[in-house]
């Protein structure tokens, strides 16, 4: 308790002098497009994989953030120990914007998937900035999402929100 108490103080001291920025993501599946995945079946319980995968995503109509920047790719890399498609996801995404500007993230996830395996599932997730280029030199926050999945029809639909600031 106490750790997280003084995590908040250095936390909220340090944003003190920052201005925080939140950034909402909508991406439609014809924006998002699996270019590599592979599944291997764990041999101990039924229905258990392991998934590597990579997505490219193409944003077609993204607003402008607090720095003025528009996202136009995403790249994303990820793995998934699934049971059924239900368990974790971890995986690390690389953010490209108009001026060439980079974010790094690093993303955690828990998939929910119906027992009608065919139908999507969804991904609740939180990311950790981890790094940034040009106008995201200095950049530190956090990320929530929610994202609707079929890796069989390569179906990827959902909405990101980012916090930050950026430290001169």
Request: avoid cysteine; charged fraction near 10%; proline fraction near 0%.
């Given at each position: 308790m106490n750790y997280i108490f003084l995590f908040l103080i250095v936390f909220f001291s340090e944003v003190k002098s920052q201005e925080i920025c939140e950034s909402t993501t909508?991406?439609?599946s014809d924006e998002v497009k699996y270019?590599?995945?592979?599944?291997?079946k764990v041999n101990d319980v039924d229905g258990h994989s392991i998934r590597i995968f990579k997505t490219e995503t193409t944003h077609k109509n993204s607003k402008k953030n607090c720095e003025g920047r528009i996202l136009i790719k995403t790249d994303f890399w990820g793995i998934s120990d699934y049971i059924n498609k239900n368990g974790n996801?971890?995986?690390?995404?690389?953010?490209?914007f108009d001026d060439g500007s980079l974010i790094f993230s690093k993303f955690k996830g828990t998939s929910h998937t119906p027992k009608d395996q065919s139908k999507n599932g969804v991904v609740v997730?939180?990311?950790?900035?981890?790094?940034g280029t040009g106008t995201y030199k200095g950049i530190s926050?956090?990320?929530?999402g929610k994202t609707e999945f079929n890796p069989e029809t390569?179906?990827?639909s959902g909405t990101n929100t980012f916090f930050y600031s950026i430290k001169n």
């Open positions: 909508v991406t439609k270019t590599s995945q592979q599944s291997l996801v971890t995986g690390y995404s690389i953010a490209t997730s939180t990311s950790k900035i981890t790094g926050g956090f990320g929530k390569g179906y990827s």
